[in-house]
């Protein structure tokens, strides 16, 4: 398999040697296939993010998959699509501020992560007083994913430099989509590759090539030579021989679990699947960026999802962030992250602050906990 060339023309300010991760969030964002839906997503995160989100997405044709699936996301959601039921015009975005919509500037500058200016075009872009609003910025690939481990590494690096020149922005890093290739092959490595990377230093990631490797149902087609028009090999003979997403298509009801949209070299489920897990980004990002004390899930809820997050970090000593239940950002989940949840129970919610029923048991097993624990303390 070929690999193509990428950053052609490099600016003298790159980084060069290490690769090292540049500012860190309080916790990273993982986007993948687990978060392609909508179920269960409040409105009042929605809204968060319509609210403070200001958003500049660069891409071009496989990268409009986010977008068109988003379009006509809005008027399936109307019309009660999945079962679920939003107000009118909850999943808008309009190029531009509005009060019903999240704001992309869509194309917000010509091309996408295989053009060799896209660092010199974000900052000169960001730099405009025009959009000092623009607090995300987004890039795509359209193949170019397929390179060396190098340039990934120089995408990295780059991108580490946006981040520490431009500390109030939100940068999201993204893999690139699947092309048919084995889970030995090179840009199986080089989605692996950002990762890594990403989880290991708590960056935010739309991980496209994951989304499109898995159907609704969680049916993994990533070893199956999956390529981006969702054709896979059913029978290891190494001949893409079915089309996972054509097959959930008819197996559904068009208009009731799926939603007919412009999918560039792809399917509309596949949009469908890049619709929702760019809402669950959006959601996510606003959520993190001033997150509600408590709020693991950052759904802007502290909830029953919140106590079982921490319970399950609990009295862990190091290596925590926000999602792992670590709300006062040392690292470790304990008593102090327990008394800000408890402090702060259902403080982003409309209904009355108090816990569910199975919610007040674990807080009042974890109360008894900690008591002891500090008796014991105090014994020793």
């Known amino acids: ?92 975005w309009a190029d531009g501020p509005a009060d019903t919509a999240l704001d992309i500037d869509d194309y917000f500058v010509e091309g996408d992560l295989g053009s060799p200016n896209w660092p010199t075009l974000t900052r000169t872009y960001l730099d405009d007083s025009a959009n000092a609003d623009v607090n995300v910025v987004m890039w795509s690939w359209c193949g170019q994913a397929d390179t060396t481990a190098a340039n990934i590494n120089q995408y990295l690096s780059l991108m580490t430099g946006l981040e520490t020149d431009y500390p109030d922005v939100t940068f999201v890093y993204i893999t690139g989509h699947v092309n048919g290739c084995s889970t030995t092959e090179n840009l199986f490595l080089r989605n692996q590759q950002i990762r890594d990377y ?56 068009k208009g009731v679990d799926w939603f007919d949209c412009t999918c560039a070299h792809s399917q509309p489920l596949n949009g469908n699947q890049k619709a929702y897990a760019a809402w669950s980004l959006w959601t996510s990002i606003a959520a993190l960026r001033d997150p509600v004390p408590g709020d693991a899930s950052l759904d802007t809820l502290v909830d029953d999802r919140d106590a079982s997050i921490l319970a399950a970090n609990w009295q ?9 239940g670590d709300f006062n950002r040392d690292g470790a989940v304990n008593d102090m992250d327990a008394a800000i949840l408890a402090a702060h129970w259902h403080a982003a919610a409309a209904e009355a602050s108090v816990p569910e029923p199975s919610a007040a048991a674990y807080l009042a097993g974890l109360a008894g906990a900690l008591a002891l624990g500090r008796a014991a303390r105090r014994r020793r």
Not at 30 to 56: E, F, K, Q, S
Not at 230 to 251: E, F, L, P, T
Not at 316 to 324: F, K, M, V
């Open 1 to 92: 398999m070929s690999v193509r060339p990428l950053f052609l023309m490099l600016s003298a300010t790159l980084v060069s040697g290490s690769l090292t991760a540049g500012p860190s969030l309080a916790a990273g964002v993982i986007i993948d296939h687990r978060d392609a839906t909508l179920v269960g997503m409040p409105l009042a995160a929605i809204l968060n993010a319509r609210d403070h989100l200001h958003i500049a997405y660069g891409h071009t044709s496989h990268g409009s998959q986010v977008i068109d699936g988003m379009t006509d996301l809005r008027e399936f959601m109307d019309g009660g699509g999945l079962g679920l039921s939003y107000p009118s015009h909850t999943f808008g």
């Open 198 to 253: 990403c989880v290991a230093n708590n960056k935010v990631l739309y991980d496209f090539a994951d989304i499109e490797s898995y159907d609704p149902d969680g049916n993994y087609y990533g070893d199956k030579l999956v390529d981006d028009y969702c054709d896979y090999d059913s029978d290891g003979n190494g001949i893409r021989d079915r089309n996972w997403a054509v097959a959930w298509q008819k197996a559904h009801v």
């Open 316 to 324: 862990r000593t190091s290596g925590a962030t926000w999602t792992d």
